[in-house]
């Protein structure tokens, strides 16, 4: 028959492999965590695109104060100014496109290379996690060097 004792310690021996299982299922994941504000800003690229952007703006501003001057009616001029401000905007996600499809492709190839499964904004976690950001920024710059 079956003690209270022997049911105690398979109780035990159950609720410890439980417990070991379930830190070797969270030991196998690695959670890597990026700046990508740093990451975009040191991109090789990046600089290069805010020129290009900046000489956009300050077109599209000039465009846009031509436009508004020769128009009497206000709900005109409203709207020549929202046209201006989308097609600066639309500019802008179209140069840096590229950047972040970059970006991206970096961060998952150092995860790769470090075996890290979860990657996260470093601003979301509070504690832990293992700081990939400076590898990702040597990453895109050795893809920039090859280009």
Known sequence: MFSVRR?????SVALLLVFVSGAVASAEEKIGVIDSQKIIFQHPKFEGVTKQL?????????????????????????????AKR????????????????????????????????????????????IDITDDVIQELKKNAAKK
């Open 86 to 129: 989308n097609e600066l905007a639309q500019e802008e996600q179209k140069l840096m496109q590229p950047i972040f499809k970059e970006a991206e492709l970096a961060v998952r190839t150092v995860a790769k290379v470090k075996k890290v499964t979860v990657v996260i904004e470093k601003s979301a976690v509070y504690f832990g996690g």
């Open 7 to 11: 049911i105690s310690i398979a109780l």
């Open 54 to 82: 900046q000489q956009i703006s300050r077109t599209k501003e000039n465009e846009m104060k031509l436009a508004v001057d020769k128009e009497p009616d206000q709900n005109k001029k409203a709207q020549i100014f929202n």
